[in-house]
């Protein structure tokens, strides 16, 4: 049976489409077309273009054998599958930021917080012994402070620009991001060999990204 690999759309995607076409295991995918799956029968192999958010839930399931997949997006669903191989893509960090100048902690108060990532935030203000309420948005979570919707946000922040063409700024970096190789636990029970092989082919190239950024 032909391994199933989960490419995330976006630019996430585009970086793992673009090593994969550099591996020449991933020729068949057209970018351009409106597919979304797209198999190579002599590489026996085949590739499914998800929403990013999906990434998971297929691989989960055991629709795919393995994805790639923000760390953000795995630290929220904590989902049930291995997580195989950090990438050299999709770097960024997960930060809280807010109102330049109004850093705001209020021990005694709820803080209120807007994100993507509601099970991320409360994990770590619960480690900051902080009482916060969140707030859930899914775009333009830089517009929450500034409209008076909450105190602070918590979000992927890659090079600050957007926080700061808004008049925000980074109060804490929490984690780093990067993609991950992830796997489908029984799919990674009976096809480990192939999943080994695919995976060394991307830490070679990944190797050489690291080097070239």
């Known amino acids: 049976m ?16 673009k ?21 190579d029968t002599e590489k026996n192999i085949k590739f499914m273009l998800l929403k990013n958010s999906d990434v998971i839930t297929y691989v989960e399931n055991g629709i795919v054998d393995i994805g790639i997949s923000g760390k953000d997006m795995i630290m929220e669903e904590e989902a049930d599958i291995f997580e195989l191989y950090k990438m050299n893509i999709g770097k960024c960090k997960m930060s809280v930021a807010g109102i330049k ?10 803080l209120k917080v807007a994100t993507k990532f509601p099970n991320i935030a409360k994990k770590y203000f619960e480690t900051k012994g902080q009482k916060i309420k969140v707030i859930k948005l899914n775009g333009s979570i ?12 918590v979000d992927l922040v890659e090079t600050g620009n957007t926080l700061k063409a808004n008049g925000l700024e980074i109060f804490d970096d929490m984690y780093s991001i990067n993609a991950m190789i992830i796997s489908n636990k029984v799919s990674y029970k009976f096809k480990r ?12 190239e990944d190797e050489k990204y690291d080097k070239d950024n």
Not at 142 to 153: F, N, Q, R, T
């Open 2 to 17: 032909a391994l199933t690999v989960a490419i995330p759309k976006g630019r996430l995607g585009d970086q793992a489409i």
């Open 19 to 39: 090593m994969f076409k550099s591996l020449n295991i991933g020729e068949i995918i057209d970018e351009k077309s409106r597919k979304l799956i797209f198999e």
């Open 101 to 110: 100048g109004r850093k705001i902690f209020q021990e005694d108060a709820i």
């Open 142 to 153: 830089e517009l929450a402070p500034i409209l008076g919707l909450c105190d602070v946000i």
């Open 193 to 204: 060999k192939e999943i080994k092989e695919l995976i060394e082919l991307i830490r070679r």
